[in-house]
């Protein structure tokens, strides 16, 4: 039952106009479970990620998919587009669908499927939650492995389960709070660089998330809970840019990795081809990809893995209830899926 809050004579809670409230992430995996099968291929599919990650296993990972998820339908349309080519590449290429559920804005906007799935303000969060899941489990039974954002410290505790490899955000990488809820997190996570283009800060994202942590949180149940955790040494950093301009040139990269190196961590840097290393720009996008692919084929190692932002139709749509392009992004700019194919098979030519 949602509680109106309206109580003047109170210190507390003067600006929150209520409190509504949500299943448990219990009671959403008991609804909605992940059958052992799929389990096992996640479990699976992580240590494939943690293996380019650690550079045992060569091939290039690649977390290609739409800005974000809107519409399951046209983001279920895609995944089974794209498994085919994900069978037809696996030996030089690892994968993961991009299935973006939480948006972080520069000031304000929408923020994602899970926050506000109708995109009317009416934050059906329930709704949102349960899409969310629902997708992810028809993703998984496509076959194909899943990456998100993590965003919100609770919101994991309802997907989590299903997902391969996680992002903290370059708005969010030097906060002490998703460094927590990376060192519990069950799968290898990537820091984004600082939207400054500080690369520091994602580097000290990892060492804070490879350390035990102990800090406020919920339970399965959804009560408050101490967290402790064990660290999560599965992490590696993201190249996006930053206000200065791109980050993805050969000195760029081969001095992140010496900063890793000299952290202790392992050299696994993924460079994000989108955001401020394209301007956002969906064409200039795959010309990066393809300039990386080409420094790869000249013998370039030092990049471990790559970010796409695709989807079916390219450019971007505003959000909103009103008619939408089918398969295009409310967010930032996509690659379209031609472009997409073509550039990852660009990419496995060059590792070959
Ligand atoms: O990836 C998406 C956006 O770049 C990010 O959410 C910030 O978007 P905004 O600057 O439009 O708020
Ligand atoms: C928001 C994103 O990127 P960044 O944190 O790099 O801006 C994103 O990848 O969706």
Partial sequence: MTIELDTPASTSNRRVRAFHPIPSPAQLRDELPLAPRLAAQVEADRRAVAGVIAGRDQRLLVVVGPCSVHDPEAALDYARRLKPIADELADQLLIVMRVYFEKPRTTVGWK????????????DVPRGLRTARRLLLDILEIG??????????????????????????????????????ASGLSMPI??????????Q?????????????VFFGTDDEGSAAVVETVGNDNCHIILRGGRGGPNFDAASVSGAVAALEKSGLAPSVMVDCSHANSGKDHVRQAEVAREIAAR????????????????????AQQPGPGPLVYGQS????????????????????ALR
Wanted: with cysteine.
């Fill in 190 to 199: 990537g820091f984004k660089n600082a939207t400054d283009g500080n690369v």
């Fill in 330 to 349: 409310v967010t930032d700019k996509c690659m379209d899926f031609a472009t997409t194919d073509s550039v990852l098979h660009d990419l496995a030519a």
């Fill in 296 to 315: 790869i084929a000249a013998g370039e190692t030092d990049i471990s893995g790559l970010m796409l932002e695709s989807f079916l139709v390219a450019g």
């Fill in 201 to 213: 800060v994602a580097i000290d994202g990892a060492l804070s998330a490879a350390a035990r942590h």
């Fill in 112 to 123: 994602g499927l899970i926050n506000d799935p109708g995109m009317d303000e009416s934050y």
């Fill in 144 to 181: 194909l492995p899943v990456g998100c954002e993590f965003l919100e410290p609770t919101s994991p505790q309802y997907i989590a389960d299903t997902v391969a490899w996680g992002a903290i955000g370059a708005r969010t990488t030097e906060s002490q709070v998703h460094r927590q809820l």
